[in-house]
Structures are given as C-alpha cells and as structure tokens.
C-alpha cells in the first residue's frame, strides 16, 4: 500500500513508515511502540541535560532533563493519549527528537567545534522536515541563524540534502504518484496546511495548532521564551 494514495495521511510520511517498520521487526503491538517512544524519551532527556549542563551545570541540566520529563514526556497520568510514550500523533515525538537532536549538535559543534556535527544536524533537519508542520517550522528557524558563514552553510546544507531516509521515502511514494506529486508527498509535513485546509479549519486541529487564537498564542511563545 502506498500513503497518501491507499492510506489518509495529513502530516509527513515519516512516522508512519517507521512505525510500520517496527510492527515488521518486532510485531504488531501498542507496547512495540511505548517501549520504543519510552527510548526515545530517554535519549530526549540525555540531551536536554547535556545541552543545559554546557550551556550551564549540571543542576541546570538536572532541572531541565526533570521538568522535560515531568510536564512534557510522561504527563497526562490519569486519560488522554496527549503524552509522548502513546502521543496522539507520533510526529510530534518524532519531530520533537529530531529538534533536540538538531540543537544538540548545534550546541556540541559550538562547544567543541567539530564540523561533522554540522553535517550530523543537517541530516536531523531534513527528517524533521518529513514529520509536521510546527516542527518543520521549528526546524527551519532554529537552522536559519547557521547561515551567516558560508562554510557552515555548505556543511549544514549538504547534511540536509542528502537524507537517505527522505530519498527512500520519495523513491516508494513514486511508485504510485507522478513526479512532481511524489516529491510534494515526501514534504509534506511543510504544506500539509495548504494540502488539508479542510481539515486544519477543524477546531480541533486549530486548538492544537494554536491558530483558534493566533496572536494570543503568538504573545504567549514570546512572552514564555523571553522568560
């Protein structure tokens, strides 16, 4: 079966291929997946240390490692599924790793300035761009500030270019769509706005996305990232 073809999809092809891939290693089950999301929680939460004990100490990095842990990872105890080890769209915990990822290697490279590490956040860009939109924007914001020195530039943008993953996905996707529709699939985490109008105008989706109350949202991300 083909997404987006055989399969509705409003958000990039990344996740579900890879959740397809681990139903095909390790058996169709909720658990394969939590065990995994569990995982990549742990690895999140390494990173979030390492980046604020750099930036910091260690106890900067021990607060910040918890409160990621305690208000993002593993909260809503009692219902929903809005956590990361059952997320309601594992996009989100996908994008969200390959962003931590992404400024890890940034804050890696300015520690110890190695420049593979630039090729390594390039590769980390270019999968988050195939989760969903809030990440992808993420992504390319947090990347944008790398482009003043064209060495940098070159590193980072060849590491995004040359995302086997994405290639791979392009490659599948072409064999049940046309070139150019191929090629937008693969992206489609950047436009799935302007692909799925219908869907994103829900006000479910325009909760989640904060568009129900644009520049409030828009207020309180500043005012929270200012503080």
């Known amino acids: 079966q083909i997404l987006y073809r055989d399969i509705s999809n409003a958000f990039g ?16 089950s909720l658990i394969t997946l939590a065990l995994f999301n ?3 929680i742990w690895i999140m939460a390494q990173m979030i240390f390492r980046i604020f004990s750099w930036l910091g100490n260690r106890r900067d990095g021990m607060v910040a490692s918890s409160c ?11 219902s929903a599924n809005y956590n990361f080890v059952t997320p309601y769209k594992f996009e989100a915990l996908h994008g969200t ?3 931590l990822s992404l400024i890890y290697l940034f804050v890696n490279f300015y520690v110890r300035g190695r420049n593979y590490m630039l090729l390594l956040a390039g ?11 809030e990440i992808a924007g993420a992504v390319i914001i947090a990347s944008f500030f790398w482009f003043a020195a064209p060495f940098l530039a070159l590193c980072f943008g060849a590491g ?7 290639f791979l996905f392009f490659l599948w996707l ?9 090629l937008l699939n693969t992206f489609s985490a950047i436009l799935s706005p302007m692909q799925h109008p ?5 006000p479910f989706y325009q909760r989640i996305l904060g568009t129900d109350n644009l520049w409030m949202n828009l207020f309180l991300t500043s005012a929270s990232a200012a503080l």
């Open 123 to 133: 590769l980390c860009c270019g999968a988050g761009l195939m989760t969903c939109a």
């Open 97 to 99: 790793f390959f962003f």
């Open 13 to 28: 092809p990344f996740s579900v291929y890879f959740c397809a891939l681990l139903f095909k290693i390790f058996g169709v």
């Open 68 to 78: 990621f842990l305690l208000l993002f990872a593993f909260s809503q105890y009692t």
């Open 174 to 182: 072409w064999q049940g769509f046309p070139f150019p529709e191929a």
């Open 38 to 40: 569990a995982f990549l």
């Open 198 to 202: 219908e869907v994103m105008q829900t």
């Open 160 to 166: 995004t270019l040359v995302v086997p993953c994405g």
